[in-house]
């Protein structure tokens, strides 16, 4: 089955670590996003990538990055300057383009819960 | 830029009733994609309904409907029949159809209860 999957499910990190949150998909997308979900609230932006070996900082970048070395793949590494990085991760991925009418919305992950120790 | 606002933060629904919940968005394209996603406890996103700019009939599946007016920029969603299930955080969201545009523009979301 296609989709996109997410590891680990679980994740604690101590303070003054850097951590990689992986994200694969086989969907054949182009596009992949990583977002940041705090509890109660909506989904903020953190990287986004149209192809392999190019990404765009999103709305909250900072103490963030990314790496997107193939198609399938595009890892976030949340850095010690992320000074609050306690939050829910979702990756997702979509199509690019308009000639693909009626399927052009994002699959999501199941996230990453990601605890600062 | 655009922008995607859900003014309701929360509402409450009996079990087998109507729900609508409010979405409107501002852009100054015409051609454009909106969708209605839920997320259950689980946490993971799943898309409920999508609507394409270009198309006046509005988009339904099953229990739930739009009722997309694009002068009005509004996209709400009806859930018919509500059921336990339904609960969840529904976020409404946009992306521009124009080549090379890929980013989705997501409201802050309406948590739905379901009450018995």
């Known amino acids: 089955d296609g989709g996109i999957t997410q590891s680990p499910k679980y994740l604690f990190r101590k303070e003054g670590q850097n951590v990689t949150l992986s994200c694969e998909q086989n969907l054949n997308h182009d596009a992949m996003y990583w977002y940041r979900q705090d509890p109660g609230q909506g989904l903020r932006l953190i990287y986004y990538?149209?192809?392999?070996?190019?990404?765009q900082k999103g709305d909250i970048a900072e103490g963030y990055s990314v790496s997107r070395e193939k198609k399938e793949s595009f890892p976030l590494t949340v850095t010690s300057a992320q000074k609050n990085p306690t939050a829910f991760y979702l990756c997702?991925?979509?199509?690019?383009?308009?000639?693909?009418?009626?399927?052009?919305?994002?699959?999501f992950g199941p996230g990453t819960r990601l605890t600062v120790l | 830029a655009q922008t995607v606002t859900q003014s309701q933060p929360e509402m409450s629904v009996q079990e087998a009733e109507t729900v609508t919940l409010s979405c409107t968005y501002d852009?100054?394209?015409?051609?454009?994609?909106l969708f209605w996603y839920k997320q259950p406890p689980s946490r993971q996103m799943i898309l409920v309904i999508r609507?394409?700019?270009?198309?006046?009939q509005n988009a339904t599946e099953n229990r739930f409907s739009v009722n997309f007016q694009k002068a009005a920029k509004s996209f709400s969603l009806k859930i018919s029949d509500s059921q336990l299930g339904d609960a969840a955080m529904y976020f409404c969201a946009y992306r521009s159809a124009y080549l090379g545009t890929y980013k989705y523009i997501f409201g802050t979301g309406t948590r739905l209860k379901v009450l018995a």
């Open positions: 609507q394409e700019a270009y198309k006046q």
């Open positions: 997702a991925s979509s199509i690019i383009g308009f000639m693909n009418r009626g399927v052009n919305e994002q699959f």
């Open positions: 852009t100054s394209e015409s051609d454009y994609y």
């Open positions: 990538s149209q192809i392999v070996n190019d990404f």
